[in-house]
């Protein structure tokens, strides 16, 4: 018989390989596949747990109030301040006519330049006239009956001392004689009563100066004593007229800058019609006393004008100038705190944690404060701070806004000490303004707005 030969690949296992290699391959594979399970498992471990701590560390810090820090300023070298003002003529008056009848003619009209007792209007007055010839007839019969009675008083006071006439009769004539000659003296009065009243026909210009106002016109009706009666009844002054060789300005200045106020004090001042000019104004008087309802006092200016073109009742802005000191630190408004415990600030010490302090503060320059006492240049105080700020909180401090809560250029200088320009410099928006204007930064007023 013939053998067959075995096949090919069957010994030793698939492929021909042995057993035992097989299974390790087997084994390696298994462990390979655990170590990258476990690899990844553990990945996603830690990953998570990074990202919870990230998380725990974002919301403490999210539950952390965030604040901007500031410090204080040294305060202005000079003080400015910008009120409104009211601009008044030196002289100015109102005519009314002292004698009733209708307008004849007007020879002055609004805006012409007059002289004292240069004529602007005559008036019509018949009634008055014939008043007055009335009374100039009064007069020369009085001075008759005056003239009969002293010459009959002479002719008793000849006879006296014989058996014709008795004393008593020589008493009676002298005694008329007197009393005639007290009715020429009433007479002669009432007579230049209306006389001075025909001087009332011509309304006159007391002073110098130009005519701001024309009420009245050919024909109108007037009444003694008020002027030109309208269709209602009303009274008003036939003339205005106005001195405006020199301008009084009245300005009412707050209480907090009533020091200012002194003989030397200066003004420049600002009026819309000259947007490019201003008028230099010099002290004249104040009233010494504030006004009950606004506070402020009123002071009054003086303004030269000799080409007239300042005008009565025009507004202007007078712009003062005043000391300051700049060894007292000032503080924006928004900084302080007022609490039941007084006036605070929110100082953060070198572990950020807040503390209140009581402050001391005093005049109020606009939109800063001056700070008498209670912090240092160095401190950080916080600006704007929120009211449920409590002392010991712990904060985190954040930048600030460039131009809006940020030192500005010229308070960084004042704080390292760099000089300042009194004259052309001594503004460079000092801003404390009781009226402030747009576009001027404050001092040192990191919070405020500008």
Not at 7 to 31: K, W, Y
Not at 215 to 244: C, H, I, W
């Amino acid at each position: 018989m013939t053998e067959r030969p075995a096949a090919h690949g069957t010994v030793g296992g698939q492929d021909g390989q042995p057993p035992h290699r097989s299974r390790s391959r087997f084994r390696l594979i298994t462990t390979i596949v655990v170590i990258g399970a476990v690899g990844l498992a553990a990945w996603g471990i830690i990953e998570r747990k990074a990202h919870y701590v990230h998380l725990a560390r974002q919301t403490t810090e999210a539950a952390m109030p965030h604040v901007q820090v500031i410090s204080p300023a040294p305060g202005p070298a000079r003080r400015t301040l910008d009120l409104p003002a009211n601009i008044s003529a030196w002289y100015l008056a109102p005519i009314y006519a002292q004698v009733s009848g209708y307008v004849k003619m007007w020879y002055k009209d609004i805006g012409a330049q007059v002289h004292a007792g240069d004529v602007l209007a005559e008036i019509d007055t018949p009634g008055l006239d014939a008043q007055y010839a009335a009374a100039k007839a009064n007069l020369d019969v009085a001075v008759a009956r005056y003239k009969l009675a002293r010459i009959t008083a002479k002719r008793w006071k000849a006879l006296e001392g014989t058996q014709a006439v008795s004393q008593q009769e020589v008493d009676v004539q002298a005694a008329n004689a007197e009393a005639e000659q007290a009715q020429v003296e009433a007479a002669r009065h009432e007579m230049e009563r209306f006389q001075a009243l025909e001087g009332f026909k011509r309304i006159i210009a007391p002073f110098d100066g130009v005519v701001t106002a024309r009420m009245a016109d050919v024909g109108d009706y007037v009444n003694a004593g008020r002027g030109d009666v309208g269709s209602r009844g009303n009274a008003t002054e036939l003339f205005s007229v106005a001195d405006t060789h020199a301008m009084r300005v009245f300005v009412s200045v707050p209480q907090d800058y009533s020091d200012i106020i002194a003989p030397d004090l200066k003004a420049t001042l600002s009026l819309p019609q000259f947007p490019s000019r201003t008028f230099k104004a010099r002290y004249l008087a104040t009233a010494s006393a504030f006004n009950p309802d606004t506070r402020t006092v009123t002071t009054e200016l003086m303004v030269d004008n000799p080409t007239g073109e300042l005008w009565p009742n025009s507004f202007a802005i007078a712009h003062f100038e005043a000391a300051g000191d700049p060894n007292i630190l000032i503080l924006p408004q928004g900084a302080i705190i007022f609490r039941a415990e007084g006036t605070e600030v929110a100082v953060v010490d070198s572990t950020n944690h807040v503390h209140l302090v009581p402050v001391k503060v005093g005049t109020l320059l606009g939109k800063t404060l001056q700070i008498l006492s209670g912090v240092k240049p160095t401190d950080r105080i916080i600006n704007n701070p929120s009211a449920g700020l409590l002392d010991g909180d712990e904060v985190r401090i954040v930048k600030g806004t460039p131009g809006y809560n940020m030192l500005s250029e010229h308070a960084a200088k004042a704080k390292t000490g760099a000089a300042r320009d009194e004259h052309s410099g001594a503004a460079d928006n000092d801003d404390v303004r009781a009226m402030p204007e747009g576009g001027n930064a404050p001092v040192a007023d990191p919070g405020g707005h500008s």
